[in-house]
């Protein structure tokens, strides 16, 4: 049976994330709604890193099954036609049998944009995290380098967390300013339940300290969640993309695009 991949776009405001429940709105669902539309039968998505509640994504990468044979055209505009405005695809094509699209990335990255200024903006309400305080970017990227290589990251988990491991490699993380907006890059292999979000509360949480990097030290080696920060708002996340070898072809800059004028 052909196997496709396929990049989706999605604000994820409206849903309980993606993976489908049985009684609240999921992208899953939507997508694999719309999929079996063109198909013709029942088509089942596989996406490469499961968003929860509110998150967003720029370039999420999914894979399924099919034996329609339509084109890559037609699976992007059929598919576009049955979505919801919050979500769509940009892009599909048949790849290799081997090809999965969780189990096969390389690494996966995620953004975190702050609105931080005094004013809430309507605009952007749901697609970042509004904070009135003053924020110091260049402390943020200080404490948040200690992060940075292969870790056992328990105190940045939710207990929710199912994964039977918290030991993890974070290749790239980087906090930067650009006027009002304060917004965070992270790149790694993989990630723990509110993962991210946790990281980036403790980071706001460390602000308040003389020594943040070195209390970010101890906040990893302690492996206990209760001393991290508060977990961050889902508005402000947006899983950017995943990585993949070459052979597969999967493009790897549909998600370079400016969000927020950044």
Known sequence: MPKLAAIVEYDGTEFSGWAAQPHSPSVQAVVESALSYVAGHAVEAVCAGRTDAGVHAAAQVIHFETTAARTARAWVLGS???????????????????????????????????????????????????????????KMQDAAQVLLGEHDFSAFRSI????????????????????????????????????????????????????????MLDILNSRDRRKAGPTAPAGGLYFWQAEYRSEYGIPATLAAVPIIGL
């Open 160 to 215: 929710e967390c199912q994964s039977k491991s918290a030991t993890r490699r974070i290749d790239i993380l980087q906090v930067r300013r650009l006027g009002d907006y304060v917004w965070m890059e992270i790149r790694a292999t993989a990630f723990l339940h509110h993962m991210v979000r946790n990281i980036i509360g403790t980071l706001i949480h460390l602000l308040d300290e003389p020594q943040a990097r070195a209390a």
């Open 80 to 138: 576009n036609t049955r979505l919801p405005p919050s979500v769509a695809l940009n892009w599909a094509a048949e790849v290799p049998d081997d090809f999965h699209a969780r189990h096969r990335a390389l690494r996966r990255s995620y953004r975190y944009y702050i609105l931080n200024r005094s004013a809430r903006s309507p605009l952007q309400r749901h697609r970042t995290a509004w904070i009135h305080r003053s924020l110091d970017a260049q």
